[in-house]
């Protein structure tokens, strides 16, 4: 595979602290058949700034990659960025192809594929199979003039970013120093149906969780619902606040923190409702930048398909929830809690988010694709020799402990630190406690 072809870079300080290179490269959409066009992919790279008395006398070193990510932030503001850095590592932030500004996708930008049968023909192209062959392509430019001993990398993946690692274990191992993954063992399922019927599990019981602490939202919730079910409530994007996109705030209940401010924004409602009859621009503007698929449609687009192996995801959400009567009660009469979802898919969302509802038939094609190729080489990972390192999270609402746990009983070589006090988005918001953790796992020796 050839390398990526590097379009430009620029390299500014982040006074005291930081060297940070934006960069942009060129690749194959398709690396199967690299004639078939190419996209741009953007990436952050980041050392430490180092003004010498003697310019002259500057050593010219090449510490070790540590990447991909997710899409990009602004490595300053990015809470780990210090810890890496202080372990002797450059750090590369990578935008994954259809995010950030790596050929983004919207359904403007998808619109210029053609109809919805080439457009989700060209969002194939959009999982961890090839992003880690994007990943490779980057570490052979960027490793072009190293010598041959210092070529491989460390790789870090949070959530998604970990599911990619282990495809980047099974297709080129050899490109690899090291893999850190932090709530992202992947399931090596088939498809989504095994996936969800553990997460409705998982979500569930942080529903009852919200309910014990907040018992006065059982009634605000219900509130909510019939207001909602007799209104058309639209939304400052364009798009509508549905009973299903109101139960979706639930996507919140896996992070530190968020089960408050699920209730914020429930309080919030309620107090719009209470003193004018209807939701106010801010409140509504609040709920929106809560769930993200406005701005990342790829998100709904692929979210079934990361998880499927030569079979069709057909919907797999709503199949599951439909065997799960505490989720299939949405009435206000019911003596029951209305239940909020979680991180599932469903097909009526695409009729109430503004970027999603040209979108639909490019959706169903994508459900019902039989043709999707292997993610995981699972004989190459029981004799795996790159050492990983994965923090997992016995109370994930979004990776499944019991599937995470049996993904590493299958990858020879694999450290495993395991918490039931950490949520999925540690990394973020207890990153002291868990990278302390992590590098703890690579330093330590049999004794």
Request: a neutral charge; aromatic letters at 12%; one cysteine or more.
């Amino acid at each position: 595979m050839a390398a990526a072809k590097l379009l430009g870079k620029r390299t500014h300080h982040i006074p005291g602290r930081l060297n940070v290179s934006e960069l942009f490269f060129e690749v194959p959409k398709d690396y199967a058949n690299p004639s078939h066009g190419s996209l741009r992919l953007f990436a952050r790279s980041v050392e430490r700034f180092e003004n010498p008395v003697d310019a002259s006398k500057k050593e010219v070193k090449q510490p070790p990659w540590c990447g991909p990510g997710l899409p990009c932030t602004s490595p300053q503001n990015c809470a780990w960025t210090d810890v890496v850095l202080d372990k002797g590592y450059q750090i590369l932030f990578l935008d994954q192809r259809g995010t950030g500004l790596s050929s983004t996708v919207t359904a403007r930008t998808l619109a210029t594929e053609g109809g919805p049968a080439q457009q989700a023909s060209y969002l194939k192209h959009f999982r961890a199979d090839s992003i880690v062959k994007d990943c490779e392509a980057i570490r052979k430019t960027l490793t072009a003039d190293f010598p041959e001993g210092k070529k491989k990398w460390s790789a870090m993946g949070q959530s998604f970013g970990g599911f990619c690692c282990i495809t980047y274990l099974s297709q080129f191992p050899e490109g690899l120093r090291e893999v850190f993954t932090l709530g992202g063992l992947p399931p090596l399922v088939s498809q989504p149906d095994y996936v969800y019927e553990k997460l409705f599990s998982k979500v569930a019981e942080r529903n009852r969780a919200y309910y014990r602490k907040y018992g006065e939202d059982i009634r605000r919730v219900k509130d909510l619902v019939r207001y909602i079910s007799k209104e058309h409530v639209k939304l400052p994007s364009g798009g509508r606040l549905s009973v299903l996109r109101l139960r979706q705030l639930g996507m919140c209940f896996g992070f530190h923190g968020f089960i408050d401010s699920v209730h914020d924004m429930i309080c919030r409602f309620t107090s719009d409702l209470s003193q004018f009859g209807f939701f106010t621009r801010p409140s509504l503007t609040a709920f929106e930048n809560m769930l993200p698929f406005d701005t990342n449609p790829l998100y709904a687009l692929i979210h079934e398909p990361v998880y499927a192996r030569r079979r069709a995801p057909n919907w797999s959400a709503d199949r599951v929830m439909k065997q799960l009567p505490e989720f299939l009660n949405v009435s206000p009469d019911n003596p029951n809690p209305i239940f909020f979802t979680g991180e599932m898919i469903f097909r009526d969302m695409f009729k109430d988010y503004d970027e999603l509802h040209t979108l639909q038939q490019t959706a169903d094609h994508l459900a019902t694709a039989d043709d999707w190729p292997e993610l995981y080489d699972e004989d190459r990972l029981r004799k795996n020799e790159v050492p990983v390192y994965s923090a997992t999270y016995m109370e994930d609402m979004y990776v499944h402990f019991d599937f995470a746990r049996e993904t590493a009983s299958k990858i020879q070589n694999c450290k495993n630190f395991v918490t039931n006090v950490l949520y999925h988005d540690a990394l973020n918001h207890k990153t002291d406690e868990l990278m302390k953790q992590l590098f703890a796992l690579r330093d330590d020796t049999i004794d």
